[in-house]
């Protein structure tokens, strides 16, 4: 944005120039082509050990859960569910079912490679041995001149 607006305030007080340019960089794709509004929400990944942070920070709070449930008294309806862990167990049992499903699932709706045949060739109703017309030929109608 250009420097030429003037350094006066508005009404409460704020910069005019200051306030239009941050309007402006809000809104306007860097030369890196990243939009402003992803650097500020997804603009902490890019830290230099968020990775390892985010992973023990996880496992810290997995530990933490797991000595949580120790301590927790269940009243459920089934005693199984009633020990320790239970619901862990559980959840990653679903998960992993849920994840292993995926395979028959896509063998039995996936198509296959050619499905749509060969994409070069022909339709199948065509004979072949028929002339087949130019591709660059101009049809004529009736009235063209």
């Known amino acids: ?37 992803a650097k500020i ?3 902490w990944t890019e830290a230099r050990h968020i990775g390892a942070i985010m992973f023990w920070g996880i496992g810290l709070l997995s530990a933490l859960l797991i000595v949580i ?31 292993l499903m995926g395979w028959p699932l896509g063998n039995l709706l996936r198509r296959d490679e050619n499905y749509y045949r060969d994409a070069g060739g022909p339709p199948a109703d065509i004979d072949p041995e028929l002339p087949q017309p130019l591709e660059d030929a ?8």
């Open 1 to 37: 944005m250009s420097n030429d607006t003037p350094k006066t305030r508005d009404k409460s007080g704020r910069f005019l120039e200051r306030a239009a340019e941050k309007a402006h960089d809000l809104h306007t794709v860097s030369n890196e082509g990243v939009h402003p509004m």
């Open 69 to 99: 449930d120790l301590f927790v008294n269940r009243h459920d309806y089934f005693s199984f569910a009633n020990a320790s862990g239970f619901y862990g167990l559980y959840g990653f049992g679903a998960f992993a079912f849920v994840v």
């Open 138 to 145: 101009h049809t004529t109608y009736e009235g063209d001149d």
């Open 41 to 43: 929400l997804f603009g």
